[in-house]
């Protein structure tokens, strides 16, 4: 069974910098990109950052380019998302996501954390 799970969300002033993270169980991680979506009120789901479990490749959207890092350690099975510089359109419930390589679609979803930042 395929288990996300998110954690490290919270309240931040504009400006500041939180640390997501994504513990994984249940997959052969080699063949998986990890993924970071967004959602906040009112908005559709976005993509935010993906990275290849093997070799590392990553993905941004422009909106987060140069501020996010997304990052994986193998030996913890987890996905992080550093964020830097959050700005208020930058609050959103954070979803991270996991699709094999051969794949366009996002097969497994965790159950999000909120990022809420304050001007």
């Known amino acids: 069974q395929v288990q996300l799970v998110e954690s490290g969300g919270g309240l931040v002033q504009t400006g500041g910098s939180l640390r997501l993270s994504c513990a994984a169980s249940?997959?052969?991680?080699?063949?998986?990109?990890m993924g970071w979506f967004r959602r906040s009120p009112g908005k559709d789901r976005e993509f935010v950052a993906a990275?290849?479990?093997?070799?590392?490749?990553?993905y941004y959207a422009d909106p987060v380019q140069g501020r996010f890092t997304i990052s994986r350690d193998n030996a913890k099975n987890t996905v992080y998302l550093n964020m830097n510089s959050l700005k208020p359109e930058d609050a959103a419930v954070y979803y991270c996501?996991?699709?094999?390589?051969?794949?366009?679609?996002?097969?497994?979803w965790g159950q999000g954390t909120q990022v809420t930042v304050s001007s």
């Open positions: 996501a996991a699709r094999k390589s051969s794949l366009r679609e996002y097969e497994f």
């Open positions: 249940g997959l052969t991680f080699s063949p998986y990109v």
């Open positions: 990275i290849r479990w093997s070799g590392g490749t990553t």
